[in-house]
């Protein structure tokens, strides 16, 4: 199946690259900005879901998002 793929299959992907939307600086910043969206997420599951839920797998949802 993937040996009938040439290279015009994968020029859609070339676009974004060329364009500078997914150059090392934009991509930087967006991880910087992802950083301090899961912190923001880490705090809210910690606060609302605290201590007083009967959900069972809190500990898990909040190891996997340390």
Same mark, same amino acid.
């Given at each position: 199946?993937?040996?009938?793929?040439?290279?015009?299959?994968?020029?859609? +992907? =070339?676009?974004?690259?060329?364009?500078?939307?997914?150059?090392?600086?934009?991509?930087?910043?967006? +991880?910087? +900005?992802? =950083?301090?969206?899961?912190?923001?997420?880490?705090?809210?599951?910690?606060?609302?879901?605290?201590?007083?839920?009967?959900?069972?797998?809190?500990?898990? =949802? +909040?190891?996997?998002?340390?």
């Amino acid at each position: 199946m993937f040996a009938k793929l040439t290279v015009k299959d994968f020029e859609v +992907l =070339i676009g974004p690259l060329e364009s500078g939307r997914q150059s090392p600086n934009a991509l930087g910043g967006a +991880l910087v +900005l992802g =950083i301090l969206l899961q912190t923001l997420a880490y705090y809210l599951e910690y606060t609302v879901l605290g201590r007083m839920t009967n959900f069972p797998y809190k500990d898990q =949802i +909040l190891t996997v998002h340390f």
